[in-house]
């Protein structure tokens, strides 16, 4: 009974290096997310992805790319790190359904620290 | 744009004493509202939610009512225990008319810290 999956669970890297964070859902759900946690400013939306084939930009897209893989694995990319990139990365990821139900909650990982010096 | 603005931290009770958090927000659709706790070293759990105005979520003894008129969606609990201690996150969804998806917008989040 795994839900979302997050590796690696602690980073830490030196700025201008890449890094690839890793996310993985076993619940079938179409619609994943990546948000970054900042005290003081909640979570803020990443990317994220409708469904399998597409990814749109989110509130804080600068830095980041992101890749989905198949219906399972969404992916985050940091090109070049910056220290502003310091952050908890958590991903989610929700059912999607038409009409009355539409509105399912999302499911998170338990995320990733990651430190850039 | 949408947004969402709750009450800051850190809130600090006595266990069995009465919690409210105060969350209240803008939209210009007609959002669903949840709340969502992190305990420490966790991802986020979806503790209740609203999809309608007047609508009442609840779980675990956590209480929120949808309220339209006063865009809010406080979260209350009558006696809180150790256990509850955690952050907890009051957002919105962003909908998608078409169905793709539902974004969320979160709150800056509200440190509970309980003491015995």
């Known amino acids: 009974n795994a839900g979302v999956t997050q590796t690696p669970k602690f980073q830490v890297l030196k700025t201008g290096q890449s890094m690839t964070l890793q996310c993985a859902q076993d619940m079938n759900h179409n619609s994943m997310y990546w948000y970054r946690q900042d005290p003081g400013m909640g979570l803020r939306l990443i990317y994220y992805s409708a469904s399998e084939g597409t990814t749109d930009k989110g509130e804080v897209p600068n830095g980041y790319n992101v890749s989905r893989l198949n219906k399972r694995e969404f992916s985050l990319r940091l090109e070049s790190a910056a220290p502003s990139q310091t952050s908890v990365y958590f991903c989610?990821?929700?059912?999607?359904?038409?009409?009355?139900?539409?509105?399912?909650?999302?499911?998170f990982g338990d995320g990733t620290r990651l430190s850039i010096l | 744009g949408d947004s969402v603005t709750q009450m800051e931290g850190p809130v600090t009770l006595s266990e069995e004493a009465f919690l409210t958090i105060n969350c209240t927000y803008t939209?210009?659709?007609?959002?669903?509202l949840f709340w969502y706790v992190q305990y420490p070293g966790e991802g986020l759990q979806l503790l209740l939610k609203a999809t309608k105005a007047d609508d009442k979520g609840s779980n675990k003894g956590f209480e929120a009512t949808y309220r339209k008129e006063t865009t809010s969606f406080h979260l209350e609990k009558g006696s809180v225990q150790v256990s509850d201690s955690a952050v907890y996150f009051c957002?919105?969804?962003?909908?998608?008319?078409?169905?793709?998806?539902?974004?969320?917008?979160f709150g800056t989040g509200t440190l509970l810290a309980v003491q015995p």
């Open positions: 989610a990821s929700s059912e999607v359904r038409l009409g009355p139900t539409w509105n399912q909650p999302q499911h």
């Open positions: 957002a919105l969804s962003d909908q998608d008319y078409g169905g793709a998806t539902n974004k969320l917008i």
């Open positions: 939209a210009t659709g007609y959002p669903s």
